[in-house]
């Protein structure tokens, strides 16, 4: 599925289950509400924390897809192409960063 596919899924989803969109604002606060459950997995699966016995199931990949499907709605009811926007991104990234990752001391000596 194409990000284009996808934007277009969650917005049918959306008008057929979904009566309508969440205004801006309650979608950016689902949106952190989303990392933090992303951050909360990571942080107890490869950082320091320990795991309850209520975060040993959680999903990772379910989580993740969370945050992307409120990010596409976000783009949805804003009139952005993530596609498109996707794709000027790698262009400023690659002007940018073209060499400062290769070039950085910190990156080369943890190969």
């Not at 284009?4 to 979608?27: C, H, M, P, S």
């Not at 945050?67 to 926007?85: H, K, P, R, S, Y």
Request: proline share 1%.
């Amino acid at each position: 599925m194409t990000i284009n596919e996808a934007q277009e899924r969650v917005d049918q989803w959306i008008k057929t289950y979904g009566v309508r969109y969440f205004n801006e604002l309650t979608n950016m606060a689902i949106l952190s509400e989303e990392v933090g459950e992303v951050a909360r997995i990571i942080a107890r699966r490869y950082g320091e924390q320990s795991c309850k016995p209520s975060d040993e199931d959680r999903d990772l990949g379910d989580e993740l897809a969370d945050v992307l499907w409120v990010v596409m709605c976000l783009a949805n009811q804003t009139g952005i192409n993530l596609d498109e926007a996707l794709q000027r991104n790698f262009a400023k990234k690659t002007a940018r960063d073209a060499s400062r990752h290769i070039e950085n001391d910190k990156l080369i000596k943890q190969k």
